[in-house]
């Protein structure tokens, strides 16, 4: 009998984890609902809630009557990554009593470190069944609702308008407008958070007088200044901070308790000490485009336009910035390398443009990292690395290849040196194309 290859059994294997990942998440779905309804039929606790909130029930803050008030309030999460997670398993384990969860993406190995609704069985896999499946394994008082869907305009009214709190653990300009402008539009509250690197950011919008998102930022941001996780990192404790903050903002909101007398925006960072500061925010701005006292958004707009990108278009793809002639291919810059291995000529540098941090992560062999952003002040070590090529070509690289072109024009344009070529694509190009090995990152 021939011997089954490992990479089919790996894809039964898949096949049967996400059956099984359905099967469990329609099941506990059903559950929770019958139980809450059963729950909603009563406005005392049930013994059951009494034992396993009491320690909430013990502060004066929540006590029996909030926490019927968190069973009573539904509470959508968009967005069920960094901010998402932490933020989404709290509210549940709190006793929120309907959660929705709105994702469009499937679960990737680079989640992991921050994304702890997500487990390694799950990569792969849908966010939202996979927070689902969470969610639920924690409780089953929460009755939760999950939209595997992109949230954009056509969508977003109906999504938003079934919930008393929307919280945004999104990542992208775009969606922060469309989420921002539904609510206004619905007269929701918005809880929202953002974290990138070591900082993050957590605001309550649209509530008791207070301004909305496009009263502190009317006009988006350029499309590359929107800083992404996958382009500048994130530490994974940073968005766990913030999405608990953003949960206990919603239990606030939830319990009645006075939100927003004074706006302001919490800051946190990694760096400062204090790790938190607090800026002051005006309240609601009366030229505001969508709630101002003459509004001009009165209905959902075309928020990809509006911004210059989509959810999609956050990490800054390959683009053709540099003439096409000044470029070559990664199997053709493997066929120089292989050459020059041999000893058989391909005289050239390998220069890495990317910063150190990242060059430190991996890198080709025999490259020299001189960052482009110290092109100007390492410019004499630069100049003494190409002349002493006698006319060899120089080879620059990158993640993905935009970088590298700015390097070539650069060379050819400030140094005079014409025999300067990209390597396009850059190094995730060289990953995918050249060398399956290589480190992905
Ligand atoms: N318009 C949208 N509709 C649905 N989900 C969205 C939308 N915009 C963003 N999201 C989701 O919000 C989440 C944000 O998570 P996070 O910021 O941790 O980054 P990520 O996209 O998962 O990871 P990385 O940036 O590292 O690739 C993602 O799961 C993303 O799919
Ligand atoms: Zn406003």
Redesign the pocket.
Known sequence: MERPKISELRDQLHSLRKQELEIEAQILALEAEEQSTAQKASDRLTNEEIRRYSRQLLIPEVGTEGQLKLRNSSVLV???????SPCALYLAAMGIGRLGL????VV?Q??LH??VLHTEASCGFS?VLSAVTSISRLSSLCETKVYD????STNARDIIGGYDIVVD????A??RY?INDACVLSGIPLVSGS?VRLDGQLTVYNHNGGPCYRCLFPTPPAPDAMA???ETG?LGVV?GVIGCLQAMEVVKLATGRKVNEDPSMLLFSYRSQPHFRSVKLRGRKPTCAVCGDEPTVTKLIDYVAFCGAG?ND??PQWKLLEDPTHRISCERYREVQDLSDAGVGGKHLLLDVRDEVQFTICQLPHSVNIPIDQFDTRRKELEEAVQSLDGAPVYAVCRRGNLSQMAVRYIRDQLGYEQCFDIAGGLVAWQREVDAEFPAY
């Open positions: 968009v967005g069920t990554g960094g901010l998402g709105v994702d469009h993406d990737d680079s989640n921050r994304q966010k869907v992109l949230l954009d653990a999104t990542d992208n775009a969606t469309l974290a992404n996780c996958s994130v968005p959810p956050d990490a």
